[in-house]
């Protein structure tokens, strides 16, 4: 039975994430800069992830290890850029290079001096990285409602690019620092599902984000 779960995991993983990628993929050329950021990021997910589920079996090298140096990485890369080309506000645009220069410092003193890389998360860390997240997320949705007059804010791509991103990283600000409660649980296995879960309504967000991006293309609609 725990072999059925872990199987399904995987397949599920790989589908949703090939499911973005090939999104991505197909409206690439409709997508403004600052949203290829994103669709770079999940057309090199699924290739992360199997690169992630491969390790083990051919060379013992653990999931960690590819979270840290290949997919966390490349998350924050993109995501801080996807910000700094969103938001219009040029102090605010420095705030975010001086974040990502400080968070990154700090990230790649603790994965590659404290941490175990095939055991171990730099947990504070990310657990800032998803703060900061949200803090962009809530700002972008001011600017979307002080520019969004013409048009019903739903109707943004980036509305829901960064409802995804906010319950993606609210979520696991949550999920991480509750993590001591989730560990009473006799069965681990809902900790799993409610993340697998969580994950799937954040790429429903996405979905939707370049359904408007493909519905908006054809009415020759632009935003800034």
Not at 155 to 166: E, M, S
């Amino acid at each position: 039975m725990h072999d059925i779960f872990i199987v399904s995991s995987i397949v599920s993983d790989l589908i949703v994430n090939f499911s973005l990628a090939i999104t991505a993929i197909v409206l690439w050329k409709q997508s403004p800069l600052k949203w290829r950021l994103l669709s770079i990021y999940l057309i090199l997910l699924p290739l992360f992830v199997i690169t992630k589920y491969l390790m083990w079996p051919l060379f013992h090298i653990g999931n960690r290890f590819i979270d840290n140096l290949l997919i966390n990485p490349t998350e924050m890369v993109c995501t801080l850029l996807f910000f700094f080309l969103s938001l219009n506000d040029r102090k605010l645009k420095s705030t975010i290079i001086w974040m990502g220069m400080i968070y990154f410092a700090a990230y790649f003193v603790d994965v590659f001096f404290y941490i175990d890389l095939n055991n171990e998360h730099p947990e504070n860390l990310i657990g800032f990285y998803n703060l900061l997240v949200v803090i962009l997320c809530l700002l972008g949705f001011r600017q979307l409602l002080n520019q969004a007059e013409h048009i019903k804010i739903i109707k943004y791509p980036q509305f829901w690019f960064y409802t995804a991103l906010l319950v993606l990283n609210l979520s696991s600000i949550v999920i991480n620092y509750t993590h001591n409660l989730w560990s009473y649980l006799e069965n681990q296995k809902v900790y799993y599902i409610v993340y697998y879960l969580i994950y799937i309504v954040h790429a429903l967000f996405l979905f939707i984000g370049y359904f408007y991006i493909f519905k908006n293309s054809k009415h020759l609609i632009h935003y800034e």
